[in-house]
């Protein structure tokens, strides 16, 4: 079986939010961390595919670039921040790339469908 990148949007989208979910909890500071170095190297790689993405530079994409260009603070503390930080940014990059994705299938819906137009090659 094939994938497109179409039918991975919403398997992303889905794995995405459910990540940072997690990460955002309350008691999210009792997670060893080997997993908070795992956890964040995923939150980046989520980042940089979602930054990878054309659409209107915002807040968020400022602020991803710069956490993706520094890394934790000092000790546990720092990584834990870092990682909360990035699953936040993440978060808001998610969701203006699913208003971007809501606005252009509005607009391709109501582009104009002229029936007689010729189309050469």
Known sequence: MTTTPDTQQPVLADAVRALC???LTPDTYRIPG????QTTAL???????LLGEKGDVSQACTDAERLLSHGP??????AWIHMRALARVCRV??????V???RNRAAAD????????????
């Open 100 to 102: 971007r994705q809501r």
């Open 34 to 37: 080997s997993e908070v170095r």
């Open 43 to 49: 939150l980046q790689g989520y980042v940089r595919l």
């Open 21 to 23: 979910a997690r990460v």
């Open 93 to 98: 990059l998610l969701i203006e790339r699913q």
């Open 110 to 121: 109501q582009a104009p469908k002229d029936p007689d137009l010729v189309v050469t090659q």
């Open 73 to 78: 603070g000092e000790g546990r503390l720092g």
